[in-house]
């Protein structure tokens, strides 16, 4: 088993960069494959970005390309997520997420939840 917790968020400008880190406990973090999902109110929970257990395959969704980068630091049980050119549709909860398959971007395979960090992009 494997305990998330994620920090990061706050309230930027359209433009702006954050950085947000997901800390795992539990000695097998490394075999768990992360993904970052986002939130919105009126919005289904979506999978913005997902890497596997030794940073082999890595997803994005198309909203995101190309202005988060996703990568992780097995050492340190950290996954981080830089989040470049915020706009205000990338405001959102953004939670981290862990899931024991290889699959990077199934979404029903994420078990583990973290508690969620709100990320508010201003106009």
């Known amino acids: 088993q494997v305990q998330l917790v994620e920090s990061g968020g706050g309230s930027v400008q359209a433009g702006d960069s954050l950085r947000l880190s997901c800390a795992a406990s539990g000695r097998t973090f490394s075999s768990y494959t992360i993904g970052w999902f986002r939130q919105a109110p009126r919005k289904e929970r979506e999978l913005v970005a997902g890497?596997?257990?030794?940073?082999?395959?890595?997803y994005y969704a198309d909203s995101v390309k190309g202005r988060f980068t996703i990568s992780r630091d097995n050492a340190k049980n950290t996954v981080t997520l830089q989040m470049n050119i915020l706009n205000a549709e990338d405001t959102a909860v953004y939670y981290c997420a862990a899931s024991r398959s290889r699959t990077v971007s199934t979404t029903w395979l994420y078990d583990y939840w973290g508690q969620g960090t709100q990320v508010t992009v201003s106009s």
């Open positions: 890497i596997s257990w030794v940073g082999s395959s890595i």
